[in-house]
C-alpha cells in the first residue's frame, strides 16, 4: 500500500505544479484584461486550455490510481479524501501529504481570488462597451413616437442606422 500512496504522492504534486502553471496564466489574464491586449489575451487562453487538458489527463491518471488504492484497502466505494491518505500514510509520506493537503488549500484560495477578480474585470469590460455602443447607436430625435397597442409614446432615442443621413 505505501507503495501506491507514494506514486499517488508524486502524481499529485505534479498535478499541483500544472495548477500553479495555471495559476500563472490567469494572472497574467488579469493584466491584459486591465491593459486591454485582446490578441495577447487569445494567446493565453489557448495556453489555458492546453494547460487544463494537461490536468485532465493526471486527474484521470490519479483516479486509477485511487480505484487502485481502493481495492486494495477494500473500502469499495467508499471516497479516499485527504484525511484519510495522510492517516493511511506512514512517516515521512504522512508528513509529506499534510503539507501537500495544505499547499492544495493554499492555491484553491488563490484561484478564488483570481476567478472573482477576473470575473469582476470581464463585467466591467461588458458594461463600458454596452454604454459606447449606446452611445454610438442612439441620437435624440423630436417628435413622437408610436407603441405597437398604438398610443404615442416619448421617443427615447433613434439608432444611428435609423437616422436619414
Request: hydrophobic share 20%.
Given at each position: 500500500m505505501q507503495p501506491l500512496l507514494s506514486d499517488l504522492l508524486e502524481l499529485l504534486r505534479y498535478e499541483l505544479e500544472k495548477y500553479y502553471e495555471l495559476l500563472k496564466i490567469l494572472y497574467a489574464e488579469r493584466s491584459l484584461l486591465v491593459e486591454r491586449k485582446v490578441k495577447e489575451l487569445e494567446v493565453l487562453i489557448k495556453e489555458e486550455e492546453t494547460t487544463i487538458q494537461k490536468i485532465q489527463r493526471i486527474e484521470i491518471t490519479r483516479d486509477e490510481l485511487l480505484t487502485e488504492l481502493s481495492t486494495e484497502l477494500e473500502i469499495g466505494d467508499q471516497p479516499l479524501n485527504a484525511a484519510t491518505l495522510t492517516e493511511l500514510a506512514d512517516e515521512p509520506l504522512k508528513s509529506e501529504y499534510r503539507h501537500l493537503f495544505a499547499r492544495v488549500e493554499r492555491i484553491k484560495r488563490e484561484f478564488e481570488f483570481i476567478n472573482d477578480t477576473n470575473k469582476q474585470l470581464l463585467q466591467s469590460e461588458q458594461e463600458y462597451v454596452s454604454f459606447l455602443v449606446d452611445e454610438v447607436?442612439?441620437?435624440?430625435?423630436?417628435?413622437?413616437?408610436?407603441?405597437?397597442?398604438?398610443?404615442?409614446?416619448?421617443?427615447?432615442?433613434?439608432g444611428m442606422f435609423d437616422h436619414r443621413i
Open positions: 447607436v442612439k441620437i435624440d430625435e423630436p417628435g413622437d413616437t408610436y407603441q405597437d397597442d398604438g398610443h404615442v409614446r416619448i421617443p427615447q432615442g433613434k
